[in-house]
Structure formats: C-alpha cells, structure tokens
C-alpha cells in the first residue's frame, strides 16, 4: 500500500526530474506541483501511475494532462496571486488545483456533467474554496464572470476562439492555449493590450479537442493525449 509519505516523495521526484531538469524555474510554480497532490485526481486503480512522466485517462475519453504541461501551462501565465483565472476543460480538476495555489479566484469550465461533479467533489475535500466549477460549452468560455486577467485552456482549438479572445482583460490579460488539428498543435501565449492582440507559438502538443460552437464537432479525430510531442 502506498502511503502519504511515498506520494510525497514521489511528487518531490516528479518535480525534480519532470519539471526542473526540463526548465521549469518559477519557484511558486514548483512548490504548487509539489503541494497538490495528483493521486487524489485520478482512479484509484491509476494511483501508482499519477506522478508518471504521461497524461493519464479520467473517463469521456478524456485525460489528465502530463504534470510537464501542466507546470509550462501555469508558468506561461505569469500567475502573481491576485488574477481572477478562467480555465476552460475542468477534467479531473488537477490544472484547477494548481490555478488555485497561485491565483486569487478560478472559474472552471466543463463540458462533461459527471467529469465536473466528481472534479468538484475532490477540489472541496482538498480544501479549495477559491474555484467554482461551471458545465458548458467552454469556447463560448464564461461571459458572466468575465472579465479575466488569465485564460487557461486545457483542449486544442482549431483557432482562438473570438468569445474567449474577448473575455481576457483589456490590460494586459494573457491566455495559452493549444491550437491546430489532429496532426499538428502548437501551445500559442497570447496577450491582451487593448484592441491589440499579441500571439506566440511554442512548443508542439497533442491535446484532447476543444469541442464546442467555436471549437471542433465532436469525434473530429483529434487525439486524446495531452501532452508534449
């Protein structure tokens, strides 16, 4: 049996030899991935795999994404710990548990009811009071709320997406998010000045599609995967 002591060890593991030796330096960053723990968001037949260097299944078709991505993702966003957060693709609700140790309030986006309850359930016993879990269509994103100073999607799109490029903050509000088909995705940085919108491409990925009125029809033959190529 695996106990508290071991997880812990592992996550120290994962962060040391996944996150650092592949250039992740924010030291608020990595002590998040160190704090929230992985196990706890997937099956329990799963839990001896959670701080593999791979994205692991959460039922829909759906994964959790690899704790690399995870970690570049959050680091891209440049959190300081006042933002308002929207992250679209609740999943299994570990990219939200990492948003929540490093930003003021998260809104989570989901498009499976079960994935978004049960994503729910163990961000409350965890402790997390600063998230609210929301089912919808996430590339219409969540225009109540609105507006963010940080946009997470955690689902490629076949392009931004104009409701969430419209929902980021007009000063200085960033969003990343994998965008292309089941060939080819780039995780694209943008940021918001104004009228003005600024993108940079980075690294190639293979993500789950972001399907929704702005996204992909659903079975559109993106890979689930979530992770880096």
Not at 136 to 156: E, N, R
Not at 157 to 176: F, K, T, Y
Not at 200 to 215: A, D, N, S
């Amino acid at each position: 049996m695996t106990t508290s002591d071991d997880f812990y060890a592992l996550r120290t593991q994962m962060v040391d030899t996944q996150l650092v030796e592949r250039g992740i330096q924010n030291p608020r960053v990595l002590e998040a991935m160190r704090r929230v723990p992985r196990h706890e968001f997937v099956s329990a037949e799963l839990r001896h795999l959670a701080y593999r260097d791979c994205p692991l299944p959460i039922g829909e078709n759906q994964t959790i994404s690899q704790p690399y991505i995870v970690a570049l993702m959050t680091e891209l966003v440049h959190l300081s710990g006042h933002e308002r957060v929207l992250e679209v693709g609740t999943g299994s609700g570990y990219q939200a548990a990492v948003l929540c140790e490093l930003a003021a309030q998260v809104y989570s986006l989901e498009r499976f009811p079960r994935l978004a309850e049960r994503a729910g359930y163990v961000l409350a016993e965890l402790g997390y009071s600063n998230v609210e879990i929301h089912v919808g269509d996430g590339s219409q994103g969540l225009p109540d709320m609105a507006p963010y100073d940080v946009i997470l999607v955690t689902a490629a799109a076949p392009a931004l997406p104009g409701p969430l490029r419209s929902q980021m903050n007009e000063r200085g509000g960033r969003m990343v998010l994998p965008v292309g088909d089941d060939r080819r995705q780039y995780l694209e940085v943008v940021t918001r000045m104004g009228n003005r919108w600024e993108i940079e491409q980075t690294i190639p990925v293979r993500f789950v599609p972001l399907v929704g009125r702005y996204g992909f029809a659903p079975r559109s033959g993106v890979v689930p995967d979530d992770g880096f190529v």
